[in-house]
């Protein structure tokens, strides 16, 4: 069983794997590992009062990987999932192995989506994120940003030309699509 001290029960034998898989079985002569004698399987050693860990209590709904029967026994709570972002990470977890590309593929855009959302919502309140202040631009000149790069051997030199096109790209962009769509609004209002 997951989550205990005991070895899962092996489904195969060491010769049918040996017979199927060539080279397996190679470090089981303890002989040929140099890491043996710190290797052992001493449950005891650990000092867990415990066989099996006390289950945290789920507040809600929570992902469960296809792979597992269950839900872990701890398992983090800072992050809830909501909205758009949440359906997209129950379908990955619902849908996918954790051993398949698409699953993590589809949490890395489920996290882009909750990134626009955070950033929509930040805006709606009335506190949208201050470009100028959060990228350290202003430090560049007030703290001798460009003074303590030059003479030194500083690995990001070599990409510090690109670093305010990235910084300041979505900014454009978004500036951009923002005059697009308002001019597109009022030419239909007239």
């Known amino acids: 069983m997951a989550y205990t001290a005991e070895r899962p029960p092996q489904k195969v034998t060491s010769e049918q794997l040996r017979d199927l898989i060539p080279g397996w079985g190679s470090d089981l002569d303890t002989a040929n590992r140099p890491a043996w004698p710190k290797e052992r399987f001493d449950p005891g050693a650990s000092g867990a009062h415990w066989d099996f860990p006390e289950r945290q209590t789920p507040e809600g709904p929570r992902e469960r990987s296809i792979e597992h029967r269950f839900l872990t026994p701890v398992f983090g709570t800072a992050q809830p999932t ?3 972002s949440g359906l997209i990470r129950r379908f990955a977890y619902a849908r996918f192995s954790e051993a398949r590309a698409a699953h993590w593929l589809l949490l890395v855009a489920a996290d882009r989506v909750d990134f626009v959302g955070s950033r ?10 201050n470009p100028i202040s959060e990228t350290g631009i202003l430090s560049e000149v007030s703290r001798h940003g460009i003074a303590s790069r030059m003479g030194t ?4 030199l070599r990409h510090s030309w690109m670093d305010p096109i990235l910084v300041a790209a979505p ?16 030419s239909r209002g007239r």
């Open 153 to 156: 051997p500083r690995v990001d």
């Open 171 to 186: 900014w454009v962009v978004g500036g951009y699509l923002a005059l697009r769509v308002g001019r597109a609004f009022i």
């Open 82 to 84: 909501r909205g758009t």
């Open 120 to 129: 929509a919502t930040a805006l709606l309140k009335g506190r949208p994120d």
